[in-house]
């Protein structure tokens, strides 16, 4: 797949993501695969050839885990500036805060200044990098924002017959 694909991709999938944030969302235990679109994304990212730069590898795995931590910490982030309730019925809904649109731009701004490293460097850094970042923020997002949901719904104890 070329960069221009992954490129179109990623920006479909962060335009749709972003949108969809800021509309309240039902989350429900059942069926609900979060994880799908982060694995997407990075399966796309490793197929991809030129995710290490061969003539400066220290370098180019340093800026990668840089990447991706960067990613993780958007997504912890983003999450935790998620408002979640719940209504009147037990439902357990979320949606995205002007703080988490924050969260986004911080973490654009710390991506885009990696680039500005890397260029500096000579070190380049493809678009599977890039790809793999917002995957784990994704992933991170999703996991927190369920693992807080869990703790609110309700869950009523009553006696099992027997």
């Known amino acids: 797949m070329s960069g221009w694909l992954n490129i179109a991709v990623l ?6 993501v972003f949108a969809r944030q800021f509309t309240a969302q039902r ?6 695969k979060w994880w799908l679109m982060p694995a997407i994304l990075f399966f796309m990212a490793v197929r ?9 590898r220290a370098a180019s795995v340093a800026l990668l885990i840089a990447t991706l931590l960067i990613g993780l910490a958007s997504g912890a982030a983003w999450a935790w500036t998620t408002r979640i309730w719940t209504d ?4 357990v809904w979320t949606k995205g805060t002007w703080a988490a649109a924050g969260v986004w731009l911080c973490g654009m701004v710390l991506r885009l200044g990696l680039m500005g490293v890397a260029a500096a460097l000579g070190v380049h850094q493809g678009s599977p990098a890039t790809l793999m970042s917002v995957a784990a923020m994704l992933l991170t997002r999703s996991g927190v924002t369920a ?7 309700r869950t009523y104890r009553v006696p099992v017959a027997g």
């Open 11 to 16: 920006i479909a999938v962060v335009a749709f």
């Open 27 to 32: 989350i429900t235990s059942e069926g609900r």
């Open 48 to 56: 991809e050839p030129g995710i290490l730069d061969p003539a400066h």
């Open 88 to 91: 009147e019925s037990g439902a």
């Open 147 to 153: 693992w807080r949901a869990q703790g609110m719904q």
